[in-house]
């Protein structure tokens, strides 16, 4: 079973898009996993999480959209998608990143 994770902050404009178009990703692939989800309330809960904007997904422990310039903190995390900018991964990206997982 996958370990999937969906960090977040209280008040995140994005967070719920990108919940649903998890779950979406998630039951079309058939996989078998249950989304934590985990609340990010300060910047020592930032700290400690390695949270890098909200709504950070991670599966199995690792967050496949991270990039390198990333820093933790209580952001709004904004992804590049094949439609432009945005505040969630595309259905898309999710269902290729679990292709590769299951």
């Known amino acids: 079973m996958l370990k999937v994770e969906l960090l977040y902050f209280d008040g995140c404009p994005s967070y719920r898009m990108a919940e649903r178009l998890l779950r979406e990703a998630l039951a079309e692939q058939g996989a078998s996993a249950e989304i934590a989800m985990i ?34 903190g209580m952001e709004c ?24 997982k299951t």
């Open 77 to 100: 995390r904004i992804y590049v998608t094949p439609e432009g900018l945005k505040g969630w991964p595309t259905k898309a990206m999710l269902e290729e990143v679990l292709k590769r």
């Open 39 to 72: 609340q990010i309330a300060d910047d020592d809960d930032a700290k400690r999480a390695k949270f890098v904007g909200s709504p950070t997904i991670r599966i199995d422990g690792v967050d496949p959209f991270r990039y390198d310039e990333a820093n933790d």
